[in-house]
């Protein structure tokens, strides 16, 4: 027989369970009522104060199975599951277990549950708990209190919820808002006007700062031929005439405006001379003796360094006295190639002449001659002012693009800038070096003076910038060609919209 509270497996006229300590009436049968279907038996409750168990250590020993044991597969079932365990306590003793509504109960069975058995193991070994209500003593030594109507696994808990995780979505761009056409032409059109003036003025300021550093043409001039140079191409038939009238000149009857430094120096010493006998090639070699062009080299030289430093340092003494000092070198020229004598008052003379003349031949001097604009023109020439130029006329293209938010714009604009600008340094350079094709101007002095001197000092340069000027400008224009046949596809290709 088994004992209707704890299950243990005890003697057939056993009156006491050897386990739990409950009373067996009627030996086999008595505390029992008859199995249900499914051969299990409600528990009793235990009898108050009855012992707890007879084992010290509260240890239970194995059950083995035993046939006509009133639990199907017997003992070992324990042994191969969860040890069965009531959800509730029973109303009236003898209940059959799963049969809450049994006759002669009264009671409702569990809430209207159905009981079942469970338990919970640890360390390989069962533990039990009876169906004692919360705070009465429970009697298995080695079980553990439980919940009235505790389902089989603990109390139910709601499943945490599942946490999906993806990454996150970028963030959508905006819609770039392009500016209307006409107001994008509008702006490429003025910006770009300005990127090609800050581009011409940092182009021609950077040949011309080029030139006046390098010194070509006060060293071009001192391979001049002074005396050959023709009066008439720089002057007017009006300007000659007020010359002559003022410095008693005597000019040939042929063409005189066309008459040449050295013919108008020997005409007029012949003229108040009759005994010099000087000719147009005597007059020739003194200013060559006397080095004539070098001395003006030194001139234009000052004019060089004046507009770059500011610098007159070489004209201290004034210009009359410049020149005195060049006439008195020259007068042992005169004197050896002329083979006449200058007169005893010669200096005095000279002197006289000079101060007479002093404010017109001081006004020569560049602080003289350029006062009130040198300090300008030192500023645009200087070197961080001309870089600057260079920068706002590449920016100005750029802020184009950023404002119109169209990049053919700031391709045209540019292009067409840098484009025209190469072309006007090309022209520029090809009228230095061709000065004399213009029949207007075929004079000697430009042939022999202006030409070479032009061109060296800055017709080469404006070649260099004006190619490189272009072949920029050239490429933007390109740029912009091929941005707008790359549109042209993508809008062809692209699929046609819903609406």
């Given at each position: 027989m088994f004992c209707f509270n704890c299950g243990a497996q005890l003697a057939d006229n056993s009156r006491f369970c050897g386990v739990c300590g409950a009373t067996l009436s009627g030996g086999s049968q008595g505390g029992q009522q008859p199995a249900g279907q499914g051969g299990y038996f409600a528990p009793v409750p235990p009898v108050q104060g009855a012992p707890v168990s007879p084992f010290p250590d509260g240890a239970v020993p194995p059950v083995h199975d035993q046939p006509g044991a009133p639990f199907p597969g017997g003992a070992d079932r324990f042994n191969a599951g969860a040890a069965p365990q009531s959800d509730n306590s029973f109303g009236q003793p003898g209940m059959p277990f799963g049969d809450p509504n049994a006759a002669g109960s009264g009671v409702p069975f569990g809430g209207g549950q159905q009981g079942i058995f469970q338990g919970q193991p640890a360390d390989n070994a069962y533990q039990f708990s009876n169906n004692a209500a919360p705070g009465e003593p429970n009697l298995f030594q080695n079980g553990q209190q439980m919940n009235y109507g505790m389902p089989m696994g603990g109390v139910p808990q709601e499943p945490a919820p599942m946490v999906y995780s993806q990454p996150a979505a970028p963030k959508p761009k905006k819609p770039v808002k392009k500016m209307k056409l006409s107001v994008s032409v509008v702006l490429a059109v003025v910006l770009g006007l300005f990127s090609f003036i800050f581009g011409m003025y940092a182009f021609v300021g950077g040949i011309v700062r080029n030139g006046i550093a390098s010194g070509e043409l006060s060293s071009g001039i001192r391979k001049t031929e002074i005396g050959k140079i023709v009066v008439g191409d720089m002057l007017t038939r009006d300007g000659m005439a007020d010359i002559v009238e003022k410095n008693g000149l005597v000019l040939p009857d042929k063409r005189p405006e066309k008459a040449t430094i050295a013919q108008i120096a020997a005409l007029t010493v012949n003229e108040n001379l009759p005994n010099a006998d000087l000719t147009e090639d005597k007059i020739n070699q003194i200013i060559d003796k006397a080095d004539i062009s070098k001395e003006l080299s030194r001139l234009v030289k000052s004019y060089e360094e004046y507009i770059l430093t500011g610098d007159t340092r070489e004209f201290s003494d004034g210009l009359?006295?410049?020149?005195?000092?060049?006439?008195?070198?020259?007068?042992?020229?005169?004197?050896?190639?002329?083979?006449m004598k200058l007169a005893p008052d010669y200096e005095e003379q000279l002197d006289k002449v000079l101060d007479s003349e002093?404010?017109?031949?001081?006004?020569?001097?560049?602080?003289?001659?350029?006062?009130?604009?040198s300090g300008v023109l030192g500023?645009?020439?200087?070197?961080?002012?001309l870089v600057v130029a260079l920068v706002l006329s590449v920016l100005l293209i750029l802020l184009v693009w950023v404002i119109t938010k169209r990049v053919p714009a700031a391709f045209i604009s540019g292009g067409a800038a840098y484009t025209v600008i190469g072309a006007l340094l090309i022209v520029a350079s090809v009228f230095a070096s061709n000065l004399?094709?213009?029949?207007?101007?075929?004079?000697?002095?430009?042939?022999?003076?202006?030409?070479?001197?032009?061109y060296n000092a800055f017709g080469?340069?404006?070649?260099?910038?004006?190619?490189?000027?272009?072949?920029?400008?050239?490429?933007?224009?390109?740029?912009?060609?091929?941005?707008?046949?790359?549109?042209?596809?993508?809008?062809?290709?692209?699929?046609?919209?819903?609406?």
């Open positions: 009359c006295e410049e020149i005195k000092q060049v006439i008195v070198r020259s007068e042992r020229y005169v004197i050896g190639i002329s083979g002093s404010d017109t031949i001081e006004g020569i001097l560049p602080e003289e001659a350029l006062s009130g604009v500023f645009v020439l200087s070197p961080v002012v004399t094709m213009f029949s207007a101007i075929d004079y000697t002095v430009v042939e022999k003076l202006l030409t070479p001197l032009v080469m340069s404006m070649l260099y910038s004006g190619l490189i000027t272009l072949g920029a400008g050239v490429i933007l224009v390109a740029l912009f060609i091929v941005f707008k046949v790359l549109q042209k596809k993508r809008a062809g290709t692209a699929p046609a919209s819903a609406d």
